[in-house]
């Protein structure tokens, strides 16, 4: 079957077909889904079926390992860079992390080189009555910014937004140790996408603090006012998982949200991975 890549009805998302993501991925491959990768916001394809040390193999082929902080707590055994994301329990323990991103945000935004992918790939989907549960939507910040008055992507030309890892303390437990590995850093608001060219808007409403040279009054009005327009449903698409799926997406390109509608006996386990950006966000 040959390589097929086709886009969703929404305003973001491809489903790639005709790739085994067991073999190595070679560079006209990769160039493609590379590209789709940042015109669509995320790419997934169904039905592969993989090790962990297979899903190591395509995360570094999109760029070098840049494991997440909740990795330190739920990541695999035998493998740093896999985090387990799951409500599953093992002897009265969480054995993943549990109710992981049901806010909007890009993964690491507060880190000074946030990363340029995330990789999810899904061993259990829980479903009710034949109907998959928990999906992840997917936010177009490109289409997001596009959509923007002309006054407004004037007003944001050169604003740089700041971020600060101890903002997610009321979404996350986290430790002082890790608050003081990120210290806040800015970004700017309007990004170009390193490989597409495309502008992406890149404000959240939990992760941005503020917006350099805006009283806080008014900064915090601007990011509430992007953060609704980013997440308007035009922008939106919104991803039901199968067993087996693979789905890469760009954290410039779109910000994302995971719907929490189960809860055991249904399980869920997914294994997570992201790769890194070759330099600070532009």
Not at 176 to 198: C, K, L, N, W, Y
Not at 225 to 234: K, S, V, Y
Request: aromatic share 8%; charged share 25%; net charge negative.
């Amino acid at each position: 079957m040959s390589l097929e890549i086709t886009a969703t009805d929404a305003a973001a998302g491809a489903e790639v077909k005709g790739v085994d993501l067991r073999e190595p991925i070679g560079d006209n491959l990769f160039a493609t889904l590379d590209r789709a990768l940042g015109e669509y916001g995320n790419i997934y394809s169904r039905d592969q079926e993989l090790t962990p040390d297979q899903q190591m193999a395509v995360t570094l082929r999109f760029g070098e390992l840049d494991p997440n902080v909740f990795g330190e707590t739920h990541g695999l055994d035998g493998y740093p860079g896999i985090v387990v994301i799951s409500n599953v329990e093992e002897d009265g323990h969480q054995i993943g992390v549990k109710g992981a991103g049901n806010n909007w945000h890009s993964d690491m935004c507060y880190d000074a080189t946030p990363p340029r992918g995330t990789i999810l790939y899904a061993h259990e989907v829980p479903e009710k009555n034949g109907l998959p549960l928990g999906d992840t939507c997917f936010a177009a910040t490109n289409k997001a910014y596009d959509a923007l008055p002309t006054e407004m992507k004037e007003a944001l030309k050169g604003k740089r937004a700041v971020f600060d890892f101890a903002a997610r303390k009321h979404l996350n437990p986290i430790t002082q140790e890790q608050i003081d590995r990120f210290p806040a850093v800015s970004h700017p608001v309007i990004r170009t996408h390193p490989v597409t060219g495309e502008k992406c808007l890149y404000i959240m409403r939990d992760d941005t603090t503020g917006i350099e040279g805006m009283e806080q009054d008014e900064a915090d009005l601007m990011i509430a006012a992007l953060a609704d327009h980013i997440t308007r449903p035009e922008f939106i698409y919104r991803h039901q998982w199968q067993s087996g799926d693979l789905l890469i997406w760009d954290n410039c390109t779109v910000q994302h949200r995971a719907i929490q509608d189960y809860a055991l006996p249904h399980r869920r386990l997914m294994h997570r991975t992201t790769f890194a950006a070759n330099g600070a966000p532009a």
